[in-house]
């Protein structure tokens, strides 16, 4: 998906392709468990889209409950991709402590310019628009988010079949993956990835995570070990940073969530 290819046209129109350019980036994840197919702790890297600009991160702030844990492994996933990220939290109509301030005002300290919008009222449509016309963007979210409803809302001739609320929570069931390039003029192309749930970023390795924490940056060089993992280790300069409130203590805990699962990979 997203690929640029080369190929010679055939007099009946068909074509041959003769060459994939070179991708700009890619995003990739864990290809999902397929029970019996694959050794224990294989996991095969599944490209997702290639040659893209944005990744637009779709969240909610309720129904289903907004997880900074999941956003935070999409972030790492851009981040290793090099890809432009928009994250958005979708139903601020239904936040009434204005959590979604809370969690924008943080984002906003790392760097990250997050988008709070409600499809149902229209909020935050028209900025969003401005951002991703003339580029190619992926749309990525957990199911029940609102994707459909959002990518409808911003080109309603997209006709986005949208899921009854019951079907987030119904997360057993096998959905096959496929992601949708739809072409919206000469220069906006969106990309969907319906029933698409997980995320988990391939090939990161345990010593390169914190590399992916933009907010990390200024302090790595300061830890008393090079290969300080951020997580025990004496005299480091991230844990020091958490305690002194300079990182915030949601980020390190999604840190150590990822750290975790790295090493539980490592060790089948
Ligand atoms: P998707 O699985 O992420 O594609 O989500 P859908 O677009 O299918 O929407 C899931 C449910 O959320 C539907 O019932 C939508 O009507 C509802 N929904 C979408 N956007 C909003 C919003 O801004 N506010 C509220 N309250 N509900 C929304
Ligand atoms: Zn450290």
């Known amino acids: 998906m997203g690929d640029i290819v080369n190929y010679l046209l055939n007099q009946d129109g068909s074509g041959v392709i003769e060459s994939v350019d070179k991708r700009k980036n890619y995003i990739s994840r864990k290809a999902p468990k397929i029970k019996g197919s694959l050794q224990r702790g294989e996991r095969l890297e599944q490209i997702v889209a290639a040659n893209i600009d944005n990744l637009v991160i779709v969240t909610s702030i309720r129904q289903p409950e907004f997880n900074n844990k999941m956003l935070d492994r999409l972030l790492v996933a851009a981040e290793s991709s090099h890809i432009n990220i928009i994250p958005i939290i979708n139903k601020i109509d239904l936040d009434e402590n204005d959590e979604s301030v809370f969690w924008q005002d943080l984002y906003k300290n790392i760097g990250y310019d997050l988008y709070r919008i409600s499809v149902k009222e229209g909020k935050g449509i028209d900025k ?124 390190y805990e999604s840190y150590l969530n990822m750290l975790n699962n790295i090493e539980d990979d490592m060790n089948f």
């Open 128 to 251: 969003l628009l401005k951002t991703i016309s003339g580029k190619k963007s992926l749309f990525w979210g957990p199911s029940g988010v609102g994707k459909s409803s959002l990518l409808n809302k911003l080109f309603p001739h997209l006709e986005l079949k949208v899921g009854e609320i019951s079907d987030w929570s119904n997360k057993g069931k096998h959905t096959t993956v496929t992601s949708v390039m739809n072409r919206i003029d000469e220069s906006t192309f969106v990309i969907d990835t319906p029933g698409m749930r997980e995320l988990e970023p391939y090939g990161i390795r345990k010593e390169d995570l914190s590399h992916y924490f933009i907010d990390f940056q200024s302090y790595i060089n300061h830890c008393k070990f090079n290969t300080c993992t951020h997580h025990h280790e004496p005299n480091c300069a991230i844990i020091s940073a958490v305690e002194n409130e300079e990182i915030s203590e949601f980020r």
